[in-house]
């Protein structure tokens, strides 16, 4: 019997899970993502994803990881037998694990540059910097293999570093005060970005409408990053939800989760915004967004190093937060099934994404013309193969068991929802998500 760690209070679950939630996703990818994708189109149909698709599907895979107390792997296995289907269930949590495996290997090498931009905000601070020095200082960190390999390695080190330590002890210490943290710095930034910034055209940019920009793979785009940002469609929600106690409400908790989420990410894109359009950069910059206006901003705001370091240390930490719940899955599978420790486990997996995280880091420079499916470089596909399509692909599996496969009496036992709520949970699980997943995939087959 393998022991297995158990959440010390609600509270310590509702942190761990926001900070899985919370991380580079709403960070960096969101604010960037808006950008490339056509601004308020991508953040309606991405509200519309989170309010949908992502809370009701956040709820069923908490009430799947806590019904059986297991890993994905076997909490599926575990959840067939237990409503009598195949065994092959068990697949879906497989998969789940390989694309947390995946994400890693790129997240880490962004974690990276997340490190990076300590050591200079310590080292250098941000003071006067103008546009076109801070882009530079970006191109001259990706185009340099040996720091990006640097600070990726020891991102690396710190998350599997967290997670040897055992899911109770390492996570919770970490959350504790991060979540709160990090909405602090988050308003001085905004406030200080509706002071100098452009607020107005940032606003219009990401809320008025224009629908003319919708399209088939904004729609995808958004559908997936609604999945990335909640965690959800890989198994970690599971994991966390089967060291959660069972006098916890699933649905208050999602929905606290899910909005803790949103808005986080969504104030980060306004106070970015104002500050693009007001220094007349590019929104659709892509991934080196926040890393070239931010330091602008810190290097103009009174008190700008001293905030520009304790963002930045922030922002590690939600990084390896949800970092953290990436790999646990795989790991808890591996402690719970072989003879491999804790420790062990996560040396021999850190060092498998580590390494496959070299050929991300120079995908951004020596290897940059190295294309791999449609055209895609290493960074892209590894990104676009999990956040569009295996998250989804995986929520929608997980949506089809709870709701079609699995005892009915189990997930109202296990959800404990009044038969209103019940009835409008199995609506958005049964019909509404698999509907929306199913037909971006098909778009994006061009089927329909
Ligand atoms: N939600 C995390 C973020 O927004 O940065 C990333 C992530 C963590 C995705 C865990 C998926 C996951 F299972």
Request: include cysteine; charged fraction near 10%; glycine fraction near 10%.
């Amino acid at each position: 019997m393998t022991h297995r760690g158990a959440w010390n209070s609600r509270w310590s679950f509702v942190l761990a899970t926001t900070g899985s939630a919370i991380g580079l996703g709403n960070i960096w990818k969101l604010p960037y993502m808006i950008g490339v994708n056509g601004g308020s189109a991508f953040v309606l149909i991405y509200i519309l994803s989170i309010l949908c698709v992502g809370i009701p599907l956040l709820m069923t895979e908490i009430m799947l990881g806590r019904r059986v107390q297991k890993n994905p792997i076997d909490a599926m296995k575990s959840l067939a037998k237990e409503s009598s289907r195949s065994n092959n269930w068990k697949y879906v949590g497989g998969m789940g694990m390989l694309t947390g495996v995946m994400i890693l290997c790129f997240y880490s090498v962004i974690g990276g540059w997340v490190l990076s931009y300590i050591s200079t905000a310590v080292q250098e601070g941000f003071t006067g910097i103008t546009a076109e020095q801070s882009s530079a200082n970006f191109g001259d960190l990706l185009a340099s293999p040996l720091t990006l390999l640097f600070w990726h390695t020891l991102f690396m080190i710190i998350t599997m570093g967290v997670v040897s330590r055992g899911v109770t002890s390492g996570l919770e210490k970490a959350n504790n005060f991060l979540i709160p943290a990090l909405f602090i710095i988050l308003f001085i930034l905004l406030g200080y970005s509706m002071s100098v910034g452009d607020m107005q055209t940032s606003f219009d940019f990401m809320f008025k409408p224009d629908f003319s920009k919708i399209s088939p793979i904004t729609a995808l785009a958004a559908l997936g990053h609604a999945f990335f940002s909640l965690s959800i469609g890989m198994g970690s929600v599971m994991v966390y939800g089967s060291y959660l106690k069972k006098d916890v409400s699933i649905s208050r908790t999602s929905i606290y989760i899910a909005i803790a989420d949103t808005l986080l990410g969504l104030l980060v894109g306004l106070a970015i915004y104002a500050l693009v359009f007001a220094n007349h950069l590019d929104p659709s910059e892509g991934p080196g967004l926040i890393f070239q206006t931010l330091p602008i901003a810190f290097g103009q705001m009174p008190w700008g190093n001293f905030f520009g370091i304790l963002f930045f240390i922030l922002v590690a930490f939600a990084a390896s937060t949800s970092a953290i719940s990436l790999v646990e899955p795989t790991i808890a599978w591996i402690v719970e099934n072989t003879r491999i420790g804790r420790q062990k486990a996560c040396l021999g997996l850190g060092l498998f994404i580590w390494l496959i995280g070299l050929s991300v880091l120079l995908s951004f420079n020596v290897w940059q013309d190295v294309k791999l499916i449609f055209g895609l470089g290493i960074f892209d596909t590894l990104d676009k193969l999990t956040s569009t399509i295996m998250l989804p692909f995986g929520g929608l599996l997980m949506a089809i068991f709870a709701g079609y496969f699995m005892k009915k009496r189990h997930s109202k036992d296990e959800l404990d929802l009044t038969a209103k709520t019940y009835n409008l949970w199995r609506m958005a699980n049964n019909i509404i998500a698999p509907i929306a997943i199913c037909s971006v995939f098909l778009y994006l087959l061009n089927i329909v």
